[in-house]
């Protein structure tokens, strides 16, 4: 019963369930950003809702939140606002950063759409052994990559969206960082450079020095590689 808890374990609780729920605040920012086409602030507000979904399972964690309130979700909540600053917003920016012809613009941006609601439907989204299988939706990274660090042609980027469509779906096993079953703390020193690195790279674009860039190439070939070994090369 949460009779046992006083006033103050409530507050605490609650506070949580606002803190993660700002995040969708973070994400309205970024999209009054997008329609501006001030592409440095969309980023920033990305990234406040990236790491208020890193902590707030910490706080909920530390103030026994599933306890003190077991009438609220705070699981819900966080699946609201993950698509909408994964997926739906992400999906936004690509369709207003000019990063593919008119023509490839609405499709692709339906196909992030799309595959995103599709996979979030998955069972078996995260493995026994913590691993996402298939890539999550993850493609506020994906337009970070696109928009501030890989410069392609419209094809590249035509082509990375429908790479990462498909891996969606592909028995690929993409680190976890936060439980990851091996390779734990190398894993979470890699994930805390690239989101050291992120405000950087975005406050200097669009003339990013070249060895931040090279910070976040080696972090994508990092999770790459990872991925290629626990899927295909390590064996239980």
Known sequence: MNSQYNTLDKALAWSVHI?????LLAGFMAILAINAKDWRSAMFWLLVALVIDGVDGTFARKFRVTEVLPNMSGKTIDYVIDFATYAIIPAYFFYMAN????SWNLPLTFLILLVSAIYYGKEGMVSEDYYFIGFPVLWNMVVFYLVFVLSLPFWGN???VILFSILHFL??????????????????????IILLAMPLIVWFYPNVPAWLKWIALGNLAYFGGLAVI???IKKK
Request: no cysteine.
């Open 19 to 23: 803190f993660t729920a700002s995040g």
């Open 99 to 102: 990063l593919v012809p008119p």
């Open 158 to 160: 035509a082509a990375i």
């Open 171 to 192: 028995p690929v096993k993409f680190a976890y960082p936060s439980q990851a079953s091996r390779l734990k703390n190398l894993t979470l020193m890699v994930s805390l």
């Open 230 to 232: 626990d899927t295909f």
